[in-house]
């Protein structure tokens, strides 16, 4: 069996009165992020993990913010086509690990709905998914509340 490994980062802005989708669901919350895309930070840092376990490079190379095709565009259909580059190269994604950092709201409540969502996308059974959610302790830019930073990790297995 092979084996690949890749991590992912992405921050995005929060502003008001925009909604806010992290992790494929729509949060309750006064902000949403600062966006070309729907501004899903978690789906997009999978992305990039998942590109990143193929060298593939990153999603603003596949999915560029200056094309119109993007804009606006809901991240699951980003994470659908990613999905579909790992396949179509033999690869099965093993799991994923996600670590989301938000000063507010707070997301702890949603946790299940996003692994049952992005589990769903990637076709993997939901314990195959993790989310982990933190704040930074109001330190920094997201302890401000000024923004949300994730970071996610993707193994992939070549039978
Ligand atoms: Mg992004």
């Given at each position: 069996m092979e084996?690949?490994?890749?991590?992912?980062?992405d921050v995005h802005?929060?502003?008001?009165d925009l909604e806010m989708?992290?992790?494929?669901?729509?949060?309750?919350?006064?902000?949403?992020?600062?966006a070309h895309s729907d501004g899903d930070v978690a789906i997009?840092?999978?992305?990039?993990a998942l590109l990143g376990a193929l060298a593939l490079g990153d999603i603003g190379k596949h999915f560029p913010d200056t094309s119109d095709e993007w804009k606006g565009v809901d991240s699951k259909i980003?994470?659908?086509?990613?999905?579909?580059?790992v396949k179509e190269r033999g690869w099965e994604i093993s799991n994923a690990d996600i670590t989301i950092?938000?000063?507010?709201?707070k997301i702890a409540g949603r946790i299940l709905d996003m692994r049952e969502t992005l589990s769903g996308i990637m076709g993997l059974e939901i314990d195959?998914?993790?989310?982990?959610?933190?704040?930074?302790?109001?330190?920094?830019?997201v302890g401000r509340k000024e923004g949300c930073e994730v970071w996610a990790i993707a193994l992939l297995q070549k039978n």
């Open positions: 084996l690949r490994i890749g991590q992912g980062y802005a929060l502003a008001p989708w992290l992790g494929g669901v729509r949060i309750d919350s006064a902000a949403g992020f600062v997009h840092a999978l992305c990039d980003l994470l659908s086509k990613v999905v579909s580059m950092a938000l000063q507010a709201p195959r998914v993790s989310i982990k959610a933190t704040t930074t302790e109001r330190l920094g830019f």
